[in-house]
């Protein structure tokens, strides 16, 4: 396939990919405001180069809300040495760094979801010169990308990691180990109908080999949430040959399992208070109530049941109490 030219990235920084040795930086990502007119928003980069090898691009808080990973990888930025790695490692705790340092899911400069701007544009908003600049002058320098993510104030979720069924079987066994190394409890395989403008998706179109996650959540920080991520993150780097040491992870067991289809997601009907009846990984069946909606405006109102379109476990809940109409208080898994 002839690839077209990829038009000139707007984002400037003093980082040099190929130079050896830890670097410490910011990427300039130009936006205008009234007040100053050359001004840029300055995203935190560090790069740990050491030589031959492959390159792993590690990014948090694609979505500003999702707080394991922007702690788990600024910890790594700060502690990994060049004399640790074998290649070279890209880390971006904060990817989405205006939603993330807004602590919401979407950048108050676009009110855009950096996770649906892919492959992104130049000509665009923020978001849109940002995942460009991902596309055009990272992916082609990059062989893995982890883009941690994890519930934030909406959802909760089993720690998992997250993959595409891809329709190259090598590529997906590649991918599948990976996550498999990650050790988290669940690698939650999606046949995704909607997917085309994510990170994952555009790595998945460049050849670069792509593992995404939900780990934790619930408007907080999730203490299983970072600990899976912390270790997943090490785990992932040894499984590459990037670091030294062994992968752990064979003891947690990690479970492969898929959400077949829509009736997997239970959504509210309508706006109220939802009152989850389950924890996160328990069991249910089709059919079985979910949950109730409460009407706090009218307490002799009965609540409305939500119920479970499908068997399988829970693995995201809601985040926060109060739902709109059409927001998932339940997402299930089942067997792969
Ligand atoms: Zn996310």
């Known amino acids: 396939m002839a690839k077209a030219k990829e038009a000139k990235t707007r984002v ?4 040099d990919y190929e130079r050896r040795g ?13 007040d100053s007119g050359w001004a840029v928003v300055q995203i935190p980069i560090t790069v740990i180069n ?31 040495e060049t004399g640790d790695v074998r290649g070279r490692v890209i880390i971006i705790p904060a990817l989405h760094f ?12 676009d009110n855009k979801d950096l996770n649906r701007c892919f492959p992104g544009r130049p000509e665009g908003s923020f978001a849109d010169v940002l995942a460009h ?38 590529k997906m066994a590649e991918t599948t180990a990976l996550a498999l190394a990650f050790g988290a409890p669940y690698h939650v395989v999606i046949k995704e109908v909607d997917s085309g403008y994510t990170f994952m998706t555009t790595c998945e179109r460049r050849g670069v080999t ?3 996650s939900e780990l934790g959540g619930g408007n907080r920080v999730s203490i299983p949430g970072l600990q899976a991520t912390r270790r997943g993150i090490a785990n992932s780097l040894r499984h590459l040959g990037m670091l030294k040491g062994k992968s752990d992870g064979d003891d947690t067991k990690t479970r492969i399992v898929t959400v077949p289809d829509y009736g997997c997601y239970a959504f509210a009907p309508q706006p109220g208070l939802f009152e989850p009846y389950h924890a996160l990984g328990a069991r249910v069946r089709k059919g079985e109530a979910a949950g109730a909606l409460h009407f706090i405006d009218d307490p002799h109102r009965q609540p409305v049941v939500v119920r479970y379109g499908h068997a399988g476990e829970l693995w ?9 109409a059409g927001d998932p208080v339940a997402v299930l898994v089942a067997p792969a």
């Open 50 to 80: 050491n030589g031959k090898g492959k390159t792993v691009l590690l990014t948090g808080g694609t979505h500003g809300d999702e707080y394991e990973s922007q702690i788990a990888l600024a910890e790594l930025a700060r502690e990994l």
């Open 12 to 15: 400037f920084s003093d980082v």
């Open 22 to 34: 830890k670097q410490a930086t910011v990427l300039r990502v130009p936006q205008s405001r009234n």
């Open 316 to 324: 995201c809940t809601r985040g926060q109490g109060p739902v709109a």
């Open 98 to 109: 205006p939603a993330a340092i807004n602590g919401t899911r979407l950048s108050p400069i």
């Open 133 to 170: 600049y991902v596309t055009s002058v990272l992916l082609p320098i990059t062989d893995v990308n982890l883009d941690l993510h994890s519930g934030g104030r909406s959802m909760e979720f089993v720690p998992s990691t997250t993959a595409h069924v891809l329709d190259d079987p090598a």
């Open 210 to 212: 792509a593992i995404s």
